[in-house]
T-cell receptor, first 113, second 114 residues
Framework: GESVGLHLPTLSVQEGDNSIINCAYS??????FIWYKQESGKGPQFIID?????DKRQGQRVTVLLNKTVKHLSLQIAATQPGDSAVYFC????????????FGTGTQLKVEL | DAGVIQSPRHEVTEMGQEVTLRCKPI?????LFWYRQTMMRGLELLIY????????DSGMPEDRFSAKMPNASFSTLKIQPSEPRDSAVYFC????????????FGQGTRLTVV
């Protein structure tokens, strides 16, 4: 697959530990912030989103936190598993004119056994 | 549903040649996106369509790039003439009107221009 990891920030965690992946955004007009996961050789896949008027949202083993004051978004993965190894992207949806979906820089998550 | 289908999966072409990438979105989705992924620039939005109409093509790098969506079930991204710096993985994604955050991606087309 695409070797996107060579220039990406990398987070290495032990299996079973919690992972925290961070993202900074710049566009205050975004109405949703989203996390996507990309496994090697595949396209990105939706994980979870959060509306801009919220500060926390929980899913299954994942939690997204939004701090609009400092324009920071994070994804927490509980009890990280080997299958969580992938590149994670934060994304923004910009409403008006058709909901433009743009992606930030990815983070490579490596889960060590 | 088969998901978003892109073709070809791999394309190797010589500099100066025309390249056409194809995408079939998921039936019922009204938005279609073209992205380019490289190590240097990450995942860049090139252009997107809503209801077959191009909404924003500000990400298209040069006039050598063009995209069309003649109907709701087909889109093309064309590069003419191609250059080595166009080498990348090109992704197509589609999305439902009522779900603006969840885009479904195809497997991508790996383009190599030599």
């Amino acid at each position: 697959g695409e070797s996107v990891g060579l220039h990406l920030p990398t987070l290495s965690v032990q299996e079973g530990d919690n992972s925290i992946i961070n993202c900074a955004y710049s566009n205050s007009a975004s109405d949703y912030f989203i996390w996507y996961k990309q496994e090697s050789g595949k396209g990105p896949q939706f994980i979870i989103d959060i509306r801009s008027n919220m500060d926390k949202r929980q899913g299954q083993r994942v939690t997204v936190l939004l701090n609009k004051t400092v324009k920071h978004l994070s994804l927490q993965i509980a009890a990280t598993q080997p299958g969580d190894s992938a590149v994670y992207f934060c994304a923004e949806n910009i409403p008006g004119g058709g909901n433009k979906l743009t992606f930030g820089t990815g983070t490579q998550l490596k889960v060590e056994l | 549903d088969a998901g978003v289908i892109q073709s070809p999966r791999h394309e190797v072409t010589e500099m100066g040649q025309e390249v056409t990438l194809r995408c079939k979105p998921i039936s019922g989705h009204n938005s279609l996106f073209w992205y380019r992924q490289t190590m240097m620039r990450g995942l860049e939005l090139l252009i997107y369509f809503n209801n077959n109409v191009p909404i924003d093509d500000s990400g298209m790098p040069e006039d050598r790039f063009s995209a069309k969506m003649p109907n709701a079930s087909f889109s093309t991204l064309k590069i003419q003439p191609s250059e080595p710096r166009d080498s990348a993985v090109y992704f197509c994604a589609s999305r439902r009107r009522d779900s603006p955050t969840e885009a479904f991606f195809g497997q991508g087309t790996r383009l190599t221009v030599v």
